[in-house]
């Protein structure tokens, strides 16, 4: 699988920047309409969660990555800060009332429920997430 | 995004065009916030020309929501559609919030 890379600097400024990566690349690969619309929250909230936590002392990079096969099309959301897999948070609370409601854990929800896989990993300092989303409803994982 | 203001007799009704992501949300949270402190207290929200939200667009409805509450406030949302609805379903804000088909039956429904 060969991939297009995008980097730049990890913050909100850049977020319609990453967002527009990402849809030409699915564009291209001609992803259902209903999946690109999931897969570019969960993007999103992917990129956001970056921003908002991998560099608490500073500035860094983020590089996204689109990749496609006859099958499959991936995104990977790369970042060189400490070690964190946001697939380790706890689901969020989706039930309770507007005053009970807790604000945060929403966009992990999003990236677990709008792709069709994701994986994180650890790769040379980098902390790698992985989203994969298939060509056409309904393709078993 | 853009926000459009028109006062009813009973509700402010903001109509949200476009995105409500990262970016745009805090100007949502702002435009409510401000008329909160100004002493509004009922409110439409019009999403017939709303697009895409994420996690940020509805945390910025929760945390006004929130606010309007602690003022006995009112808020109803019309025209949640599409894909927004999706992700209304899917993060349970479908039921956290009122939920009207039209503008008119949300203003009705404040009374």
Do not use: W
Request: aromatic residues 8%; contains cysteine; charged residues 20%.
């Amino acid at each position: 699988m060969t991939f297009d890379t995008l980097r730049c600097a990890a913050t909100l400024e850049n977020l319609n920047q990453v967002i527009e990566f990402v849809e030409e690349a699915a564009d291209r690969f001609e992803l259902a309409t209903k999946k690109k619309f999931g897969l570019l929250i969960a993007v999103e909230e992917a990129f956001v969660n970056v921003c908002h936590y991998a560099y608490p002392d500073g500035q860094g990079d983020v590089a996204v990555s689109c990749g496609a096969d006859n099958e499959a099309f991936v995104v990977e959301i790369a970042d060189s800060g400490a070690p964190f897999d946001i697939l380790s948070l706890p689901e969020p609370d989706i039930t309770s009332d507007i005053m009970e409601r807790q604000i945060g854990g929403l966009g992990v929800h999003f990236i677990r429920t709008l792709t069709d896989q994701v994986y994180y990993r650890r790769e040379s300092g980098n902390n790698i997430l992985q989203m994969l989303l298939h060509k056409t409803e309904g393709t078993p994982p | 995004m853009t926000i459009q203001t028109v006062k009813e007799a009973n509700a402010t009704v903001l109509t949200i065009t476009g995105r409500m992501d990262a970016v745009t949300a805090p100007e949502y949270e702002k435009a409510l916030n401000e008329r909160i402190a100004a002493g509004e207290s009922a409110f439409v929200i019009d999403f017939q020309g709303l697009e895409y939200i994420s996690s940020a667009g509805l945390r910025a409805l929760l945390a006004t929501a929130k606010l309007l509450k602690t003022k006995n406030g009112q808020i109803r949302l019309a025209n949640v559609l599409g894909t927004v609805r999706e992700v209304f379903d899917i993060s349970g804000f479908g039921s956290i919030f009122q939920i009207q088909d039209s503008v008119s039956a949300a203003l009705a429904d404040l009374g």
